[in-house]
């Protein structure tokens, strides 16, 4: 495993601040989240302000919470919401900046 830095946390920056949101899995780690709502609400923000989201595994759970999403449709079907996807498809999104679509 390798240590990386973290420079800022969802409970100190805002989700402005940030071009996309990646929530790896980890079930520990989101079952943690998931009772956070600071986490879900800056996954939430990011969202409504239409940037790119992706989740592996057990972060796809922590992605769902965004309010409204289950309503939507299947898991992974919106817009710049990718869901066990690649890595390359996730750069792609980050690349569009933003997803308009989400605001009809």
Same mark, same amino acid.
């Given at each position: 495993?390798?240590?990386?830095?973290?420079?800022?946390?969802?409970?100190?920056?805002?989700?402005?601040?940030?071009?996309?949101?990646?929530?790896?899995s980890g079930n520990k780690s989101v079952s943690k989240?998931?009772?956070?709502?600071?986490a879900i609400e800056f996954i939430t923000e990011s969202?409504k302000h239409c940037k790119a989201i992706a989740a592996?595994?057990? *972060?796809?759970?922590?992605?769902?919470? +965004? /309010?409204?999403?289950?309503?939507?449709?299947? !898991? *992974?079907?919106?817009?710049?919401?990718? +869901? /066990?996807?690649?890595?390359?498809?996730?750069? !792609?999104?980050?690349?569009?900046?933003?997803?308009?679509?989400?605001?009809?």
């Amino acid at each position: 495993n390798k240590m990386i830095k973290v420079d800022e946390s969802f409970l100190t920056a805002a989700s402005v601040l940030f071009d996309a949101v990646f929530v790896p899995s980890g079930n520990k780690s989101v079952s943690k989240l998931l009772k956070e709502p600071k986490a879900i609400e800056f996954i939430t923000e990011s969202y409504k302000h239409c940037k790119a989201i992706a989740a592996e595994g057990d *972060g796809a759970e922590l992605v769902m919470k +965004i /309010d409204g999403l289950q309503q939507k449709g299947k !898991k *992974g079907s919106h817009a710049g919401v990718l +869901i /066990d996807t690649s890595t390359a498809d996730f750069v !792609k999104a980050i690349a569009q900046h933003r997803f308009w679509e989400r605001e009809m």
